[in-house]
């Protein structure tokens, strides 16, 4: 299992163990990590599974892929660090990784 800790807006910090394989937004759907949408069912299709990056973790993370970030122009104050989760792939080099939850979705 890989250790995935995702802050909701209001401090809360949900501390999931997280099957390789499944994306972050998938993990937060599972354990109602509030302020997670997901409102096409992790079809890249939407902006309601928006994150931010803890910015230690950019760099593994990566990039978003060209599709995401033409979803991201949909979201609520996008940042360098912004992601949508439901592209986030839980991987074992991932084990530790910090999302917050913004304040709003689109």
């Known amino acids: 299992m890989t ?4 802050v909701a807006f209001d ?3 949900f501390e999931l163990d997280a099957e390789p394989g499944s994306t972050v937004m998938e993990n937060a759907v599972r354990n109602s990590v509030p302020g997670i949408e997901a409102e096409c069912g992790g079809a890249c299709a ?3 599974c928006h994150v ?3 910015e230690e973790w950019t760099d593994r993370v990566g990039p978003p892929a060209p599709m995401e970030e033409d979803m991201l122009d ?3 104050e996008v940042k360098p660090n ?3 989760s439901c592209q986030i792939k839980v991987k074992p080099e991932l084990d530790g ?3 917050n939850v913004p ?4």
């Not at 304040?103 to 689109?106: D, P, S, T, V, W």
């Open 82 to 84: 912004s992601r949508l």
């Open 103 to 106: 304040e709003r979705q689109a």
């Open 46 to 48: 939407c902006a309601t």
């Open 52 to 54: 931010y990056v803890d």
């Open 97 to 99: 990784l910090v999302v």
């Open 11 to 13: 401090g809360t910090r």
């Open 3 to 6: 250790k995935l800790t995702i």
């Open 74 to 76: 949909f979201a609520f």
